[in-house]
């Protein structure tokens, strides 16, 4: 009862479902450049929220001094230290920890989630002995999730993603909560600014070339951020900036389309998970849920077959199949996929022959493959809306009197699934130039800002005081 006929058949379909043409990405760029502009023009005007950040001047280079930065991801917190010494060459991170976030406080309290950022920051500092700081220290707080901001040092919840839960927060001041904490354990620091990690790569990217004007993470979930002019968000009129702009923090990761090419695994992923009906786009290309869409495809399979065994495995569980394990199946570069054999294997799922190994890691590569190219999509929109995507013609260096000629554009990017997947990046940066031409793709530089949401926010917590 090995029934292959049925497990192709369920590969061909996810293949036709997740199919992304060049055309059908060219409708998705257009449909971000469309609902930016709806979610300028008004307050609930599009599913992009475009929230302002209050952030109007980005590092620049001349920053001095000693910053720190704590950065609530999805997956990990991280804290880091970084001495500045007044120009770009004297950046140096000091020291930088990286722990994954106990499960346990994604659905705890708030307190309970502070008080133990708090102990962790009081830790971070014991090492640096006695001494070493005489006044207070200013600390960035990365909080990677949605906040309606009233200053760039304060913000509301707005709702939780990527699988925490603690709803009594909704509402509360994010950044007054870190400080109750720290001043609960009497520890000397200032919360000096609430960034969204996606402002902390671009003030980072913008410090090392002031050509940065959009930044993307790819991590557990997604999102973006751009330099916008303080005209075009016309839902805040009267918003006066003395640099005339101001970086917007997209929230992209709920961008929804009708041209989005959506399978039935997304529907029950969705459905399925914390935050139904939300978030949709980042269901699609986050760290958190390549993994779970590849796991339902193998699951599906099993059931109509026996080539992935007939005894009990794990494949039922949600989340057990990670995005690393994805990557490393489908990076296996093992004549007989050993390490696509090893993984299986830990899922309970043992002895498969080499045939049904090869059939996994194209599984791996269709999911990872959609989300590379939208991922990309995602990237053109935002160049388009802001005119950078060559649309409005462009004109070569060779005659450079001519008004429309092209701007270099980079977009500073950051993010485990980006940094770490390498599949992942090359497909989107191989969509990149598919949508946008060989001749605009040489004047947008993708760069990748390891830790630059951290690092960036303590930069822009600097340049507050310079
Ligand atoms: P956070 O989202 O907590 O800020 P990161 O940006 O480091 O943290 O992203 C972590 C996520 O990146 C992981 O949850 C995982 O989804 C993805 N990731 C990390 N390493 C890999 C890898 N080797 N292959 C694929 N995805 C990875």
Redesign the pocket.
């Known amino acids: 009862r090995r029934k292959w006929r049925g497990v192709v058949e369920i590969l061909k379909e996810l293949e036709e479902a997740c199919d992304t043409p060049v055309g059908r990405l060219r409708q998705v760029v257009d449909a971000v450049a469309v609902e930016m502009h709806a979610g300028l023009a008004s307050e609930g005007g599009s599913k992009l929220k475009m929230l302002l950040t209050f952030v109007h001047h980005l590092p620049i280079g001349t920053e001095k001094g000693t910053y720190y930065a704590l950065?609530l991801?999805?997956?990990?917190?991280r804290i880091l230290r970084v001495l500045l010494g007044g120009e770009r060459s004297y950046l140096d991170v000091q020291d930088v920890e990286r722990h994954p976030?106990p499960s346990h406080l994604m659905n705890s309290t708030s307190e309970v989630l502070f008080n133990f950022l708090a102990f962790s920051l009081e830790r971070f500092i014991e090492k640096e002995g006695n001494g070493s700081s005489s006044s207070q220290r200013e600390l960035a707080f990365t909080f990677?999730f949605p906040v309606k901001h009233s200053s760039i040092s304060s913000g509301a919840l707005i709702k939780w993603t990527?699988g925490f839960e603690i709803s009594e927060m909704v509402g509360k001041d994010v950044a007054e909560c870190l400080q109750g904490a720290l001043n609960r354990r009497s520890l000397d620091m200032h919360v000096a600014a609430l960034v969204n990690?996606t402002v902390g790569a671009l003030s980072l990217g913008y410090y090392h070339d002031p050509d940065t004007v959009v930044a993307v993470?790819?991590?557990?979930?997604s999102n973006a951020c751009y330099l916008e002019r303080t005209d075009a968000i016309i839902k805040s009129q009267g918003l006066l900036t003395t640099s005339g702009s101001m970086v917007v923090n997209m929230e992209w990761g709920n961008f929804w389309s009708s041209h989005l090419p959506r399978t039935s695994y997304d529907i029950d992923l969705d459905a399925e998970s914390s935050n139904p009906n939300d978030m949709g786009f980042e269901k699609m290309i986050?760290?958190?849920y390549?993994?779970d869409i590849v796991r339902r495809v193998i699951l599906r399979m099993s059931q109509v077959s026996d080539i992935f065994g007939t005894t009990l495995s794990m494949l039922s569980e949600p989340y057990v199949l990670?995005?690393?394990s994805?990557?490393?199946m489908h990076e296996d570069d093992t004549p007989e996929l050993q390490e696509v054999a090893r993984i299986l294997k830990d899922l309970g799922v043992s002895d498969v022959p080499l045939k049904v190994r090869k059939l996994v890691v194209k599984i791996c590569d269709v999911v990872t493959r959609r989300a590379g190219r939208l991922a990309a999509a995602g990237i053109a929109g935002i160049l388009k809306k802001i005119g950078r995507d060559g649309s409005g013609g462009i004109t070569s260096v060779r005659s450079r009197s001519e008004t429309q000629m092209q701007k270099r554009t980079v977009v500073a990017v950051?993010?485990?699934?980006y940094?770490?997947?390498t599949m992942?990046r090359e497909y989107m940066e191989e969509a990149l130039v598919e949508i946008l031409g060989e001749e605009v793709s040489q004047y947008v530089v993708v760069k990748a800002m390891e830790d630059g949401?951290s690092i960036g926010s303590a930069l822009l917590v600097a340049s507050l005081q310079s």
């Open positions: 950065h991801g999805g997956t990990y917190f976030i990677s990527k990690d993470v790819f991590g557990t979930g986050g760290g958190l390549l993994g990670r995005t690393n994805v990557s490393a950051e993010g485990g699934l940094m770490n997947y992942f949401s």
